[in-house]
């Protein structure tokens, strides 16, 4: 998947992108509410080479895509089917130092058109920690809907945590 939209350049990650994709997996802040810790200089290699073969979307196979902007990587959209026919679950992470200025919700919006025309998905949802106020809002702004809220589901960094299920089908997307 390649897509270019009014600001953006979306494509699978090369090898130019190391530094600005740790540049955003070893903040702490951002990754609060993955389901990892941040990177270290000793594990940014082993990490950032297992995103950069994740280079098509298939049954047993993820897609990791880097979100550019004015050649920057500012942003990385995870996508992976579920167990359930024609679904993917979404996952992003976007440097903080481009936040405010609709970055993600460009890029998530041209990611899940080309989702629903290219791939024949019927279901598009994102899973994430309920404390995540930003990726809920993101999540609403593209066309999903709150479909879950589940109580402390989930152990995650030493803690038990809440968790939302977004979801969306082709008619949620907005005009």
């Given amino acids: 998947m390649q897509l270019k939209t009014e600001r953006l350049n979306i494509r699978p990650f090369e090898v130019e992108d190391k530094e600005d994709i740790f540049e955003i997996y070893e903040d702490e802040e951002t990754c609060r509410f993955l389901l990892h810790e941040p990177w270290t200089d000793k594990d940014r290699d082993e990490h950032f080479e297992r995103k950069r073969n994740q280079r098509s979307l298939g049954q047993k196979s993820s897609l990791s895509l880097a979100v550019l902007a004015d050649d920057k990587v500012i942003g990385d959209i995870a996508i992976w089917y579920t167990d359930m026919k024609e679904t993917v679950e979404i996952g992003y992470a976007f440097n903080k130092n481009y936040s405010g200025f609709a970055y993600a919700s460009e890029a998530l919006s041209a ?21 995540n106020l930003a990726s809920a809002k993101l999540c609403e702004r593209i066309g999903m809907r709150r479909e879950a809220h589940f109580i402390q589901d989930y152990w995650s960094k030493g803690e038990w945590t809440d968790s939302y299920v977004y979801a969306m089908l082709e008619g949620d997307l907005p005009d």
């Fill in 111 to 131: 990611v899940v058109r080309s989702l629903f025309r290219d791939y024949a998905i019927h279901r598009i949802q994102a899973n994430m920690d309920a404390r």
